[in-house]
């Protein structure tokens, strides 16, 4: 054996090591963060909650009606972000394995062209017979913008990457509620730091000891600190998703797409994402604000399933303007790019 051959398999056994590791410190990242969250609920209520409104009894009506609604939304809010946290980690992101067993778990009560389950599908690999190729870790069918998770050990539809703060991998069937767990953390944190830099600097001052609050001093310094932290860190991955969201582009997708970029300009064309409907369009898409759900349903806290099955993509008309052969070699590219990736986590 060479020695690029003992240092590819050496760093082979090293990343299986490593997400291995992540998959089992899944539930902890998740009690962490849980931790993280209801401690700066805790400092807002018990701190600047009180220090903002503590004229409460001296104040008119519409103080009141003020304060009282200023209530009600936190509690929206605080509700939001643990909403959608718990479903981006107890929604799966959708397998074809998952696929095959809501389908087999359905009584048949006649033939196959009966079920209306095992149909779907059946017409859908139909309709994609020459693209979906086999897993070789899976060895199941791999639709388009399907990946293989190393962590997860599983082809994922539509995958964007795995999360270890959700112990789950971002996919079709949660991303969804990913993006707005969040986007309402990002604003939490930024009413909180709006509301709270004042007790903020109060908490700073040691020497004096008036602190009449139940909750810490430390721990409300230590809260600050922490929203700001968590507002650009995870203001910055939220934008980034929000890029991907009005390009149709999965975080998989937007490297494989620079890279047909690159190709398609060294050889004098024009690169065409086929999931490309236009911003508008994309935002409407993904948030699943179209026939079925009105664009107000994204303020609900309720579940909603995405768009589609995950297993198929609707194409845009740039795409199906494109020659027949632009087309295949597009396509073409999209199942090497998923070879590889097999060949990688193999």
Request: aromatic share 16%.
């Amino acid at each position: 054996m060479s020695i690029l051959q003992q240092v590819n398999r050496c760093s082979d056994l090293m990343a299986q090591i490593v997400d291995r590791a992540i998959g089992k410190a899944g539930p902890v990242f998740i009690a962490v963060a849980v931790a993280l969250i209801d401690m700066c609920a805790l400092a807002y209520y018990l701190v600047i909650f009180p220090y903002c409104h503590s004229d409460f009894s001296e104040t008119s009506i519409l103080g009141k009606l003020y304060i009282a609604t200023t209530l009600l939304f936190t509690f929206y809010m605080v509700y939001a972000i643990h909403f959608h946290y718990y479903m981006a980690i107890t929604t799966h992101p959708g397998t074809m394995a998952s696929e095959a067993e809501s389908s087999s778990s359905i009584p048949h009560t006649g033939s196959a062209e009966n079920d209306p389950s095992l149909r779907q599908v059946l017409l859908d690999m139909e309709e994609y017979s020459d693209y979906p190729k086999t897993c070789k870790k899976c060895h199941l069918p791999k639709p388009e913008r399907a990946h293989h998770c190393s962590v997860c050990n599983q082809c994922i539809l539509r995958f964007d990457h795995h999360c270890p703060w959700i112990h789950n991998c971002v996919g079709h069937f949660n991303h969804r509620y990913f993006v707005l767990f969040m986007t309402y953390l990002i604003l939490s944190a930024a009413y909180f730091i709006g509301f709270g830099w004042r007790p903020f600097i109060v908490s700073l001052d040691l020497v004096n000891s008036d602190w009449p609050y139940y909750f810490p001093r430390p721990l409300m310094a230590f809260s600050m600190i922490l929203a700001i932290c968590m507002g650009l860190a995870i203001g910055a991955l939220c934008l980034w998703h929000y890029y991907l969201i009005v390009t149709a582009q999965t975080t998989v997708e937007f490297y494989n797409n620079c890279y047909d970029k690159r190709m398609a300009k060294r050889e004098g064309e024009v690169f065409v994402n086929m999931y490309n409907f236009g911003f508008k369009e994309n935002l409407r898409r993904f948030f699943n604000v179209c026939e079925q759900f009105p664009w107000y349903t994204v303020l609900y806290p309720i579940p909603i399933p995405p768009r589609g099955n995950g297993r198929t993509f609707e194409k845009c008309e740039a795409f199906y303007l494109l020659p027949q052969s632009r087309q295949r070699e597009q396509m073409q590219l999209q199942r090497e790019v998923q070879d590889l990736e097999d060949i990688k986590d193999i």
